[in-house]
């Protein structure tokens, strides 16, 4: 496979699955970042835990989907991270994910 194909490939399945995100989005309350994955999920319990001075996160999911081409089955009940890393956490406003009837121009 050359090069070009393999870029196209990647790059045909990056819009399938933000097509997939645009479609789903909507049935979550929550977006969740990481620093290896993004996450919608309906329930997110973070936990700052300690261990010979370093700090990492816990994050349990519920009901969740995740940003990720490669994975066959992005629908998942539950999840359990581990990330030394930043987590972010936003609560979905899902006034901001509807489109007004009358469309987008005034």
Do not use: C, H
Request: charged content about 30%; hydrophobic content about 40%; proline content about 1%.
């Amino acid at each position: 496979m050359a090069a070009e194909d393999l870029e196209n490939y990647e790059s045909d399945l990056e819009l399938q699955l933000y097509r997939e995100y645009k479609a789903v989005v909507g049935l979550f309350n929550y977006v969740v970042e990481t620093e290896r994955r993004f996450y919608l999920a309906n329930q997110v319990d973070v936990k700052t835990l300690t261990d010979s001075g370093e700090v990492y996160f816990e994050l349990n999911l519920t009901d969740a989907w995740v940003w990720d081409i490669y994975r066959q089955g992005r629908f998942v009940k539950t999840v359990k991270v581990l990330t030394f890393k930043d987590v972010n956490v936003e609560e979905l406003n899902r006034d901001e994910l509807q489109i007004p009837k009358e469309g987008l121009g005034g």
